[in-house]
T-cell receptor, first 116, second 112 residues
Framework: GAGVSQSPSNKVTEKGKDVELRCDPISGHTALYWYRQSLGQGLEFLIYFQGNSAPDKSGLPSDRFSAERTGGSVSTLTIQRTQQEDSAVYLC??????????????FGEGSRLTVL | GNSVTQMEGPVTLSEEAFLTINCTYTATGYPSLFWYVQYPGEGLQLLLKATKADDKGSNKGFEATYRKETTSFHLEKGSVQVSDSAVYFCALTGTGANNLFFGTGTRLTVIP
């Protein structure tokens, strides 16, 4: 498709399990972002990939969170040993060099994670 | 650090009513300011932006003016439609920042 694609759209897991969330950015977009939206909170920045540069991981809340971006395209956000406070909607966005400079990010519909 | 505070919702209006959603910000430097919108079942998308003081961003009948003196970027529309029902997010970025800082979002419902 033409937009940012995320999967799964919904994930229910048990506390302590690991989860992987996938993001397929818009073709040709060099920048990829992960955000988290918890109930009643704004979008919390998690991590940012730009081309082949080292990612900006400054927003990851703990070492249980990690993300990879393979081949400069698809990204996977992994949460290990999930906790109930990890329950949120995880949003992925991408941008080109031009649109990123203008602050225009293109978002997917998100992956809703529920940790029981 | 950079942050935005936006009006809590939800907001319910009748069609053709005037809309204001307040947004104020705290930032170092000279941020650019944005409004993003999320329609039901869709991802967030950029609605409008302003990059310097006194700039007015506009799109789809919505407007917002970058007010440095009041550190505000309030979203307005003169006559809302049912199709404007969505969640609206105020956001800002700093010079050279790699990401946007978002508000909590304001849900707008327009009833016929």
């Amino acid at each position: 498709g033409a937009g940012v694609s995320q999967s799964p759209s919904n994930k229910v897991t048990e506390k302590g399990k690991d989860v992987e969330l996938r993001c397929d950015p818009i073709s040709g977009h060099t920048a990829l972002y992960w955000y988290r939206q918890s109930l009643g909170q704004g979008l919390e920045f998690l991590i940012y990939f730009q081309g082949n540069s080292a990612p900006d991981k400054s927003g990851l809340p703990s070492d249980r969170f990690s993300a990879e971006r393979t081949g400069g395209s698809v990204s996977t956000l992994t949460i290990q040993r999930t906790q109930q406070e990890d329950s949120a909607v995880y949003l992925c966005a991408s941008s080109s060099a031009r649109t990123g400079r203008n602050g225009e990010l293109f978002f997917g519909e998100g992956s809703r994670l529920t940790v029981l | 650090g950079n942050s935005v505070t936006q009006m809590e919702g939800p907001v319910t209006l009748s069609e053709e009513a005037f809309l204001t959603i307040n947004c104020t910000y705290t930032a170092t430097g000279y941020p650019s300011l944005f409004w993003y919108v999320q329609y039901p079942g869709e991802g967030l998308q950029l609605l409008l932006k302003a990059t310097k003081a006194d700039d007015k961003g506009s799109n789809k009948g919505f407007e917002a003016t970058y007010r440095k003196e009041t550190t505000s970027f309030h979203l307005e529309k003169g006559s809302v439609q049912v199709s404007d029902s969505a969640v609206y997010f105020c956001a800002l970025t700093g010079t050279g920042a790699n990401n946007l800082f978002f508000g909590t979002g304001t849900r707008l419902t327009v009833i016929p």
